[in-house]
């Protein structure tokens, strides 16, 4: 795998990131640290181009999720541009299809980059995506401010899931001073937030873009779309 490093011509505030070759276990690392090195400097949209990625294995997936936590950790904003279609095949196969931001040009990229914002308050739709290891197809659910939503085993909640490793009443997500809030409800196992130092445990959160939070084998990503 080779990376190469520019700055866009359409914005010269959006770095580019091209990858070329397999990105596997060996070469994925690599791209990882290239990635973290961009955002601890500060630099907040970043995006990958695919174009001449040959293929990408599980550890390919998992370094782009993690950088994926580290954009959010540094505020950045964070996507993936020029999708071979076999990459895009193993990233539908994965489940992880609607986590990234992707974008079919750089111009596209740079257009939607360009009104991105961090936070999930104020105007606009709030999505939350829920994946899950034992289904291939994520579900996509708008969240509505005069409502709370409380997740679980039971059939009883607004979102039931079938894991396990969850409480009946593990955790609920409600709306309050212009955010939504993700709380747990004494669960036996907790809710965890993942970013780039790791996985911390959480009582209570105001969801921002970006988000990705583990609660059982489940895992919760929340997007604003404009």
Not at 130 to 151: A, G, M, N, Q
Request: hydrophobic residues 40%.
């Amino acid at each position: 795998m080779e990376v190469k490093i520019r700055i866009s011509e359409v914005d010269v505030s959006l770095t580019i990131v091209e990858v070329s070759g397999r990105v596997d276990k060996f070469t994925a690392p690599m791209l990882g640290e290239e990635l973290e090195v961009l955002f601890r400097v500060g630099r907040d949209k970043v995006a990958v181009d695919m174009l001449n990625a040959e293929t990408i294995s599980n550890e390919g997936l998992c370094i782009l999720l993690d950088m994926h936590r580290s954009a959010v950790t540094y505020h950045c904003v964070f996507g993936l541009i020029r999708i071979p279609l076999c990459i895009q095949k193993t990233l539908d196969f994965a489940g992880l299809s609607g986590v990234f931001k992707t974008y079919r040009t750089e111009q596209e990229a740079v257009k939607a980059f360009s009104t991105a914002r961090k936070s999930v308050a104020g105007g606009g739709k709030v999505i939350l995506e829920i994946i899950r290891p034992d289904e291939k197809v994520s579900r996509k659910l708008e969240l509505v401010r005069d409502k709370v939503y409380r997740i679980g085993r039971l059939k009883e909640n607004e979102i039931c899931l079938r894991d396990n490793a969850l409480s009946r009443n593990h955790a609920r997500i409600f709306f309050e001073k212009g955010e939504f809030v993700i709380e747990d409800l004494n669960s036996a196992n907790g809710i965890f937030l993942a970013g780039s130092g790791g996985i911390k445990k959480i009582a209570r959160h105001a969801l921002k873009d970006g988000d990705m939070i583990e609660l059982g084998e489940s895992m919760l990503y929340i997007t604003k779309e404009p």
